[in-house]
C-alpha cells in the first residue's frame, strides 16, 4: 500500500521536475521547527559556504516527499524515521544524510497527550476505553506514545486510535469526539485552551534521548554519486546546529521566516535539541517499535541506513 501511494505520487512529482545544475540541491522539508538547522544552514549562507546552492521546495506529506525522491525532483527530503522505514520497508533504497531536532529531557514538554474538559486521567491506566487521536499512525509521535504505554504496561489494544489531522487538533477535541489527543507545539497548547482541558502526560519525559523526529534522506544511488555533496550538507547542518545553541534568539527568528510560526508563539516553546548525526541506536529503537505493533515485515539493515 505505501509503496504504491509513493509510486503513483511519484508519476505526478515528475511531471514538475526541475532540472538542476550539477551545483545545485533541491530539499524538501515540513514547515517545522524540528528541521530548525537546516532552515539556519540556508539563510545564514553556510550551505553555500559549503559549496551548495540548496533551494526549498514546496512540500506535501511525508509520503510525497519520498516520492519527490523517487522522481527525481528532490536529492534530500526531511521525513519522519518511521515513514523512511516504511519505505525501505517496501522495497525503495534510501540512506540517512542527517537529523535534527531529537527527543531531549529539556523539550519533553514540547509534546503531550492533551486531554478535554470533562474527562479524568490520573494514571495511564485511566486510557483503557479512551479514544486518543494522533496526528498519524504510524508516525512519530504516535510510535513514542504507543512505546510510552507499553512502559506503563498499558495494551494499546485497550484504547481506539482515530487519525487527527494536526491543522484540527483543536477543533476536534474540544468538539468532544475524542477524549485525548497526541499533540506537539503549537498545536498542544492550543488544544488545550481551547477545549478548557489539560496537558494529562508529558509522555516524552520517559522516553529515550537523541530519537530523531525527523531525518534527512536521499536515495541510494543518489548519495553514491554525491559523496562530496553528503559530506557539504553534514558539515553545513553541523555548523547550523552550533549556531541554534549559541543563537536561539536569532534562530526563533529564521524559524518563524520560514515556518510562518509567529515568534511570540516560538518564544513560549523550547526549541527542538538539535543533533545532527544518525545514529544506528535511533533507527534501532523504531525499527523494533513497528516491528514489533506489525508494521514492518522485511529484514532492514538499520546499520546499512546511514549514508557513509
Not at 494522533?134 to 482515530?162: C, H, Y
Not at 474540544?174 to 507545539?185: F, H, L, N, S, V
Not at 502526560?201 to 555533496?229: C, G, H, I, Q, S
Request: aromatic content about 6%; some cysteine; hydrophobic content about 45%.
Amino acid at each position: 500500500m505505501f509503496k504504491r501511494a509513493v509510486l503513483l505520487a511519484a508519476i505526478l512529482a515528475g511531471s514538475t521536475a526541475s532540472a538542476w545544475a550539477d551545483t545545485k540541491i533541491a530539499v524538501g522539508t515540513p514547515p517545522i521547527a524540528e528541521v530548525e538547522a537546516a532552515f539556519i544552514a540556508k539563510d545564514e549562507g553556510l550551505f553555500a559556504r559549503n559549496g551548495l546552492a540548496v533551494e526549498f521546495l514546496p512540500t506535501g506529506s511525508n509520503q510525497t516527499l519520498v516520492a519527490a525522491l523517487v522522481a527525481g525532483s528532490h536529492q534530500i527530503v526531511s521525513v519522519s524515521p518511521t515513514v523512511l522505514l516504511q519505505a525501505v520497508d517496501s522495497g525503495i533504497d534510501l540512506v540517512v544524510i542527517a537529523n535534527c531536532g531529537v527527543t531531549a529531557p529539556r523539550t519533553a514538554k514540547n509534546a503531550g497527550l492533551a486531554v478535554r474538559s470533562g474527562v479524568e486521567l490520573a494514571a495511564p491506566e485511566d486510557l483503557k476505553g479512551k479514544k486518543i487521536g494522533t496526528p498519524s499512525i504510524g508516525g512519530t509521535l504516535d510510535i513514542l506514545f504507543r512505546q510510552w504505554l507499553k512502559q506503563k504496561n498499558v495494551s494499546e489494544k485497550a484504547m481506539t486510535f482515530i487519525e487527527v489531522p494536526i491543522p484540527n487538533t483543536a477543533d476536534v477535541l474540544k468538539g468532544g469526539t475524542i477524549d485525548a489527543i497526541i499533540a506537539g507545539e503549537p498545536s498542544l497548547g492550543r488544544a488545550v485552551s481551547q477545549s478548557n482541558g489539560k496537558v494529562a502526560f508529558n509522555f516524552m519525559a520517559d522516553l529515550p534521548e537523541n530519537l530523531p523526529y525527523t531525518t534527512f534522506v536521499a536515495t541510494r544511488d543518489w548519495a553514491k554519486a554525491n559523496p562530496e555533496a553528503v559530506k557539504a550538507f553534514r558539515a553545513s547542518m553541523a555548523d547550523a546546529a552550533k549556531f541554534v545553541s549559541a543563537s536561539p534568539d536569532k534562530t526563533r527568528e529564521i524559524v518563524s521566516k520560514y515556518t510562518r510560526l509567529p515568534v511570540e508563539v516560538l518564544n513560549k516553546i523550547e526549541l527542538p535539541e538539535c543533533r545532527t548525526v544518525p545514529t544506528v541506536a535511533a533507527l534501532d529503537y523504531f525499527d523494533k517499535a513497528m516491528r514489533d505493533a506489525g508494521m514492518l515485515q522485511s529484514k532492514i539493515d538499520t546499520a546499512g541506513l546511514i549514508a557513509p
